[in-house]
């Protein structure tokens, strides 16, 4: 097997590219044979695939691959990422691909790979199958030994089933709830009508035929895109607003007066809830994660642990401290009785249910926990420079903010503390371009942060690539 130099490589979750430019039906094909070669001949894998116009292509391309390594394919077609991760434990398979470029543009893609408890190959795994590209080792069997290929169905309403096993089903249909939701032409558009009609919500859809150009929205959930969404619950008097990305692993939401909630406060709300009679408990985040979580956690007497950002990252360390609930700022929702998958349709029903056991509206529930304003940006660079200087970025950055700290965390990128606010800089694992995120008290205090933060990631940038032209 010839194989040339990675282009993409694998990041923070999974590999991710261009599709047909970075990452090819060539490319996918090696993935899919490594898959292979790393599980063993024999071994039954699952794949999904989300909505996009690639992922059919892609999606075959891996499959070719697994079965010329031996392995027995199971593909369960267009589903969510949590619903991957539900059909691998359902039934009981070795292993899992899903292909989904999640919240990234139309034109992108990606490749994950599972484990057989529904867990995202962790860093260390995805260096492994990484390293068996580049060494071009060739695992193709035997004609007599090529793995065997099904299509399973129904697999987003087996997913669908078993979420309205886990909650109120009763109390949340008693209240019969106004929901404007956005699936934004998604994986989403074949759970998420379902299981909120299953809950006796009056719905109200936007964007929930699939769509793999995401013509109506781009696939990320954040506030500049769901303004229809907005403009929607507060038209319709609606209750909630509920928005996924393209895969279904987060969901960002509107409350009843059409306003943004940040995805920290939810995860706080979804904490407050479901660990307040579980003192001693865990709570596994990562760096971005506001401060609101620490302060639930204080209030119920239970612990928070960081991590780097990466959903691998928190269920390693889940798996680690025993902790019960792990997720990221964007409600990358993880439940350890669950699945091992981010979720965002699931931390929907959830606070859904903490609605209708609270009998009050999202905003009241919020107003009760602490407010902290937020910036997140995004400071673009060279894609051919950003390789080589994003480490030593990191580095100068830390060099050049204001020294008067409290506190400084380095385990992903850099997160200084200056009392109650702070500044993170990190590298993205998927884009070359810097993650600025800032919070802060109040919004004098974060326009301040913002403009230092903007101002030394910049400036880093400028004088590193300066001295890469230099040499070059």
């Excluded at 950002?309 to 360390?317: D, F, I, T, W, Y």
């Excluded at 993880?334 to 699945?339: G, L, N, P, S, T």
């Excluded at 937020?374 to 660079?381: D, N, R």
Aim: net charge neutral.
């Amino acid at each position: 097997m010839s194989v040339n130099p990675l282009k993409p490589s694998f990041g923070t979750a999974g590999i991710r590219g261009i599709a047909n430019r970075d990452l090819t039906p060539q490319l996918a094909l090696q993935v899919g044979l490594c898959m292979a070669g790393y599980l063993g001949s024999g071994k039954r894998v699952v794949v999904g695939r989300d909505t996009r116009v690639s992922s059919e292509m892609i999606a075959t391309a891996v499959i070719s691959g697994l079965l010329s390594g031996g392995c027995n394919v199971e593909d369960i077609g267009v589903v969510t990422t949590p619903a991957l991760s539900f059909a691998i434990k359902m039934l009981k398979a070795d292993g899992g691909v899903m292909v989904t470029a999640s919240h990234n543009p139309p034109e992108w893609n990606g490749i994950k790979l599972w484990n057989r408890d529904g867990a995202i190959f962790t860093r260390n795994q995805d260096r492994e199958i990484e390293e068996l590209m580049r060494k071009g080792v060739d695992y193709y069997v035997s004609w007599n030994s090529i793995g065997s290929f099904r299509r399973v169905e129904g697999i987003p309403d087996m997913y669908v089933r078993a979420i309205l096993n886990r909650i109120d089903v009763d109390a949340v249909r008693s209240r019969s709830y106004r929901v404007v939701l956005d699936c934004g032409g998604g994986a989403t558009c074949f759970s998420s009508p379902k299981l909120l009609r299953g809950l006796n919500c009056r719905l109200t859809t936007l964007g929930c035929e699939p769509d793999g150009f995401f013509r109506m929205r781009k696939p990320e959930p954040r506030p500049e895109n769901l303004s229809k969404l907005m403009e929607t619950v507060k038209s319709t008097s609606s209750d909630l607003g509920i928005a996924h990305d393209g895969d279904g692993d987060r969901t960002s939401f509107i409350d009843e007066n059409g306003n943004y909630v940040q995805g920290d406060k939810i995860l706080a709300l979804i904490c407050l809830n479901y660990l307040r009679n579980k003192p001693g408990s865990v709570i596994v985040t990562t760096v971005i994660t506001s401060s609101v979580v620490f302060d639930v956690a204080e209030k119920i007497g239970v612990k928070v642990v960081l991590t780097p950002v990466g959903e691998s990252c928190v269920v390693e360390k889940m798996k680690e401290t025993g902790a019960e609930i792990g997720g990221e700022e964007n409600i990358g929702l993880i439940v350890r009785d669950w699945v091992w998958s981010r979720e965002g349709i699931y931390a929907a029903t959830l606070v859904l249910d903490i609605m209708a056991r609270e009998k009050r509206p999202l905003s009241q529930l919020l107003s009760e926990l602490p407010n902290y304003e937020q910036a997140k940006l995004s400071v673009k660079c060279d894609g051919n420079i950003y390789p080589l200087i994003k480490h030593d970025v990191i580095r100068i950055v830390g060099e050049m903010l204001p020294r008067d700290y409290d506190n400084i965390i380095t385990i992903d990128g850099i997160k200084v503390y200056y009392g109650r606010n702070w500044i993170l800089v990190r590298p993205s694992g998927t884009e070359p371009l810097f993650r600025v995120f800032v919070e802060a008290e109040d919004k004098t205090t974060l326009e301040k942060l913002k403009r230092v933060a903007l101002d030394t990631t910049m400036g880093a940038i400028q004088e590193l690539s300066e001295k890469v032209d230099n040499r070059l």
